[in-house]
């Protein structure tokens, strides 16, 4: 099982950065896949989700309509879209694979973080 994410870096406010995770150990389409982000001090966030078992797509109110997250079955890839990106967008970013979703043992499994700050 192993999640590699890539794509984090210094960005200006208003300005646009793509992460994306490329996922392996798991069975593709029974996953939900998508992003958290965690700023020192700071609870954990979810930002976005989609659900390869029926595609439906998750947005935290912070992020939406400014983020966009997509997948790429070919590759087993999840990428994310961040647009319009904001000082308080500033956080860890990491790549989160869940089993059982929405069922009776849902599990999730980290990647590594990727650091996005944006400057103001």
């Known amino acids: 099982v192993q999640l590699q994410a890539s794509g984090g870096g210094l960005v200006e406010t208003g300005g646009s950065l793509r992460l994306s995770c490329v996922v392996s150990?798991?069975?593709?389409?029974?996953?939900?896949i998508g992003w958290f982000r965690q700023v020192p001090g700071k609870e954990r966030e979810g930002v976005a989700c989609i659900n390869n078992k029926d595609g439906k797509i998750y947005y935290s109110d912070s992020v939406k309509g400014r983020f966009a997250i997509s997948r790429d079955d070919a590759w087993n890839t999840v990428s994310l879209q961040m647009n319009d990106l904001k000082p308080e967008d500033t956080a860890v970013y990491y790549c989160?694979?869940?089993?059982?979703?929405?069922?009776?043992?849902?599990?999730?499994?980290w990647g590594q973080g990727t650091q996005v700050t944006v400057s103001s």
């Open positions: 150990g798991f069975t593709w389409d029974d996953i939900a």
């Open positions: 989160v694979a869940e089993t059982d979703y929405g069922g009776t043992d849902p599990r999730r499994y």
